[in-house]
């Protein structure tokens, strides 16, 4: 049973740094693409970045140039470090990992910005 474990949300002002990680366990097969989605209340969820097991990596518009992904796989572990935070970055943020094209989601982390 795959399991994900978020870590790292929490308070920060206008301008800050958060990192993020997600360390997923129970799977005796390798991870395929690695990524955080967000929801922000009244929003629907949206991809934030994303991350190939080869390391090609894609992000929202939004957060281009200010968010970075990474990725352990010897520690089955992804990363998101936020800078430059921003009141509208406020929101759940949720991990997600593929294995053998089935999606896992971690139970979110909450990220709030203050101005």
């Known amino acids: 049973q795959v399991q994900l474990v978020e870590s790292g949300g929490g308070l920060v002002q206008a301008g800050g740094s958060l990192r993020l990680s997600c360390a997923a366990s129970g799977s005796r097969f390798s991870i395929n693409a690695m990524g955080w989605y967000r929801q922000a209340p009244g929003n629907q969820r949206e991809l934030v970045a994303t991350i190939t097991s080869g390391g090609t990596t894609n992000y929202a518009d939004s957060v281009k140039g200010r968010f970075t992904i990474s990725r352990d796989n010897a520690k089955n572990t992804v990363y998101l470090q936020m800078n430059s935070l921003k009141p509208e970055d406020t929101a759940v943020y949720y991990c997600?990992?593929?294995?053998?094209?089935?999606?896992?989601w971690g139970q979110g982390t909450q990220v709030t910005v203050s101005s």
């Open positions: 997600r990992v593929t294995i053998r094209f089935t999606p896992y």
